[in-house]
């Protein structure tokens, strides 16, 4: 494996770049979850300016409050001395209580005032960022989505090929463990998953059942997916609470990048809403630690990598749909089905993923292109497209 520096995220990059060397307009908003490279990315970018600039992070066991948000702020303007300007960087934002009434206040004093400092904001909790930017910072910010890692991004900072993808997923910080599975699959539990579900949902959210949201997370990896109703996760997780919780839950840690529940395409939002979820993991890597399953499995048990290749597609359009680039549904009726449905804009494309050699003929694609104007069917895997090859491409490759 190549120890030379990644190239990370060149487009991504590029936007951030460019927005920051223009005359101070808004505030910049990074969002993912952990571990995809937020922090990573803003270095390399701020240390090819040429201003001074303030790394600050609010990522500690205990909440900071609202006035260590002032005083690095503060720091900051004193750097502007002598200066065109400054950049201010305040990783995990979302961990200071009212972070975002705090910010509007800073930012809006050097508005008037006419200083130019420039703020990028991080944070691995989206939907709490979400909340604070509405909240108080209306028309005061940008944001720069980072999802996961993709195959294509794996293979060129780390000569992936798309087999190791597939169990790995797309962690750069753990790639350099691959060779040591169990000290991988440690890194992945502990410093990954544990660590999002404390500090980025427990520690920020009112979870009134925290040991349900937990349980949650591992029936989503185990059933990544499949369809199944919140009635029958209910009965899978022997719990008494109800199906309005579990959809809560299901939505948290979607918000930290971890799993989502998707919903089935019916041409109305309304209806959409109301389905049962198919649970999709975000990273094949918590699907592989949760499964408990060696490498070599992949070989040998045909069933679990042909639901792992299903949900390495399903992550990989998932991943799209939490960064803007589409809208993800799955169909169903009747006991016809197509994987995935994915929406750019005003055209809809069906997906089937085929893990071995895949039948004559596909029922429910049939079906569904009868039902709604599609714009393009694709099947993955079989005689179709390759899986490497599907996850080689952005998802809007696609859909042009």
């Not at 934002?93 to 809006?108: A, F, H, M, N």
């Not at 008037?112 to 979400?130: D, E, F, N």
């Amino acid at each position: 494996m190549s120890s030379r520096k990644p190239p990370f995220r060149r487009a991504q990059g590029s936007i951030l770049t460019s927005r920051l060397i223009e005359p101070r307009r808004f505030l910049q908003v990074v969002a993912g979850p952990r571990q995809v490279g937020k922090s990573t990315l803003v270095q390399q970018v701020t240390d090819d300016l040429d201003l001074p600039v303030r790394y600050a992070s609010a990522d500690e066991p205990t909440l900071r409050g609202g006035d260590w948000i002032s005083q690095q702020w503060d720091a900051a303007r004193l750097d502007i001395a002598g200066k065109p300007g400054a950049v201010l960087v305040l990783d995990e934002i979302q961990k200071i209580p009212g972070w975002s009434e705090t910010v509007k206040r800073l930012w809006d004093e050097d508005t008037r005032r006419k200083r130019p400092l420039k703020v990028v904001l991080l944070g691995s909790a989206p939907l709490l960022i979400a909340q604070g930017l509405t909240e108080s910072l209306a028309g005061r910010f940008e944001t720069l989505r980072l999802p996961h890692w993709s195959f294509s991004e794996m293979r060129e900072a780390f000569g992936w090929s798309s087999e190791q993808f597939l169990y790995f997923g797309g962690y750069p910080g753990a790639a350099p463990l691959i060779g040591d599975h169990q000290r991988w699959a440690r890194y992945i539990a502990d410093s990954l998953i544990e660590t999002s579900i404390a500090r980025d949902v427990l520690l920020l959210t009112r979870v009134d059942k925290p040991a349900l949201l937990r349980r949650l997370f591992e029936l989503a990896c185990r059933y990544s997916g499949q369809v199944l109703s919140y009635t029958k996760m209910l009965g899978q997780l022997q719990d008494a609470g109800n199906t309005t919780t579990l959809a809560h839950y299901l939505d948290l840690l979607a918000a930290a990048g971890m799993v989502c529940g998707l919903q089935k395409y019916a041409g109305d939002r309304a209806r959409s809403r109301g389905s049962s979820p198919k649970l999709q993991v975000l990273n094949t890597a918590l699907m592989t630690v949760m499964s408990g399953t060696d490498p070599d499995e992949l070989r040998t048990d045909r069933e679990f990598r042909g639901r792992l290749v299903e949900s390495a597609v399903g992550a990989h359009l998932a991943n799209a749909a939490a960064a803007g680039e589409c809208e993800l549904f799955y169909w169903n009726d009747r006991g016809r089905e197509v994987d995935f449905i994915i929406k750019v804009r005003s055209r809809v494309i069906a997906i089937e993923v085929k893990s071995g050699r895949a039948p004559t003929a596909h029922r429910g694609t049939a079906a569904f292109t009868e039902s709604f104007n599609t714009h393009r069917t694709l099947l993955i895997g079989g005689d179709g497209i390759s899986v490497e090859q599907f996850l080689a491409q952005p998802v809007q490759f696609w859909a042009a």
